[in-house]
């Protein structure tokens, strides 16, 4: 039987030995990490708008890491040819089409899962989206600062509002605050 | 008409190819359903729990923002598959994957990769690896050779040092590519417990390796 490299082991070992501080690190609330920061000197208003910058560059169409597709260990990877984008009369023509895709594509999801919409049967308004946005970045102050309860009722709040809105971190805002009050702290 | 809604509903939902996976940049309709993706599951809230990882790791802010820099990059060059893993765990794993210049990709995703290279060469005649970047690859690949025989010798000695009978054992038989932990007490006579507890005394040890080669204090969680 052939020997297993040593490189395949070691590479298991490394996995193997992230795998618990992975998990750890992970269960981490976004507020216990936004003040475990703060406490370590982060500016942590300029690092959640490094992330936000990240998402605007890629919805603005522009990212410098895809330019980079070229692996960063020496040659793990193909030499990458940069394929012809779309011309600009394709691009405003798309514009126009998202609309009506963007209604087929959930008339296809109800057709091909059944999901009906729960609650009034209606989209939320705008304004109230808006007003649930709002809720939840002071929902995820007070879990920062261990207002549980505040933070549990604006949560429910912001999903009276727009129920389909909450998101993973509010999602983990609520399970925080769940378990802290459940823990009685 | 079904057929083609269902289509396109399918396209919404996969999960986002990084350009490493492509083998070309992201097109202007990935990008913004990659950040559309992102934003929808808190991409800067996410980061700040990874960044977190980071510092945790480096044990220095320079160098946890550095760390999170090449991850950002990292995210979009391999992507993200919502349905296989959250995105904080995607982002967390990264950073573990990045700090230990570990390649996450498995042998299937690398040959799935190979097959749609091989496509794309026919259909849009994207270059191949040339026979200098091959070379290139099999010195990568000896000098990686040499490194994990470096480290996995260190790792030798820290179970000797510390009389560690079992992973001495465990060492030796995954070495001869057994990874069966029964076949590995049956064949030395050992409790299979023994084996299962080792596990984390060896994950430590390797924790330990990793943060001194970079210079960083180790600490362990209690």
New interface residues.
């Given amino acids: 039987?052939?020997?297993?490299?040593?490189?395949d082991?070691?590479?298991?070992?490394?996995?193997?030995?992230?795998?618990?501080?992975?998990?750890?690190?992970?269960s981490?609330?976004?507020a216990?990490?936004?003040n475990?920061?703060a406490q370590?000197?982060?500016d942590?208003a300029a690092?959640?708008?490094?992330?936000?910058a990240?998402?605007?560059?890629?919805?603005a169409?522009?990212?410098?890491?895809?330019?980079?597709?070229a692996?960063?260990?020496?040659?793990?990877?193909?030499?990458?040819?940069?394929?012809p984008?779309?011309s600009r009369r394709f691009?405003r023509a798309?514009w126009l089409a998202l609309p009506a895709?963007a209604a087929?594509?959930w008339?296809?999801?109800a057709?091909?899962?059944g999901v009906t919409v729960v609650g009034t049967g209606q989209q939320p308004r705008p304004e109230d989206v808006q007003a649930a946005k709002t809720l939840h970045e002071k929902a995820?102050h007070e879990c920062a600062e261990s207002k549980w309860k505040a933070c549990l009722e604006d949560l429910d709040a912001a999903k009276k509002l727009d129920p389909n809105g909450e998101?993973?971190?509010?999602r983990?805002d609520r399970t925080a605050a769940e378990g802290a009050l459940r823990g009685g702290r | 008409m079904i057929g083609w809604l269902s289509a396109m509903a399918v396209v919404t939902i996969l999960a986002v190819l990084g350009t490493d996976r492509l083998g070309r940049p992201l097109t202007d309709e990935e990008k913004k359903r990659f950040g559309a993706l992102l934003r929808e599951h808190d991409y800067p809230g996410a980061r700040l729990v990874a960044l977190r990882f980071a510092l945790k790791l480096t044990r220095a802010r320079l160098r946890a923002q550095d760390l999170m820099g090449r991850v950002d990059v990292r995210l979009v060059r391999t992507g993200w598959d919502p349905a296989e893993v959250s995105l904080v765990r995607r982002l967390c794993r990264l950073v573990w994957s990045e700090w230990t210049h570990a390649i996450e990709e498995t042998e299937a995703a690398r040959k799935a990769e190979e097959g749609f290279l091989r496509e794309m060469q026919v259909t849009e005649g994207l270059a191949i690896p040339s026979a200098e970047q091959r070379a290139a690859e099999y010195e990568t690949r000896t000098e990686a050779r040499m490194y994990a025989k470096a480290q996995l010798e260190k790792l030798r000695a820290a179970f000797e040092n510390a009389g560690d009978a079992v992973n001495l054992l465990w060492l030796d038989h995954s070495l001869e590519e057994e990874t069966d932990l029964q076949k590995m007490a049956a064949q030395s006579g050992r409790d299979v417990t023994e084996f299962y507890s080792a596990a984390k005394r060896r994950k430590r040890v390797v924790r330990r390796l990793l943060a001194e080669e970079r210079g960083v204090p180790y600490e362990e969680d209690p």
Avoid at chain 1, 61 to 69: F, M, W
């Fill in positions: 039987m052939p020997k297993r490299g040593p490189e082991v070691w590479r298991q070992l490394v996995d193997e030995a992230g795998e618990d501080e992975v998990e750890r690190a992970a981490v609330s976004v216990q990490a936004e475990e920061l370590a000197g982060f942590v690092e959640r708008a490094k992330g936000a990240l998402i605007e560059d890629l919805e169409g522009r990212h410098a890491g895809e330019g980079k597709a692996p960063s260990r020496a040659g793990d990877g193909p030499q990458v040819v940069t394929l984008g779309p691009m798309r895709a087929l594509v008339a296809a999801v057709l091909t899962t995820r998101d993973e971190a509010a983990r």
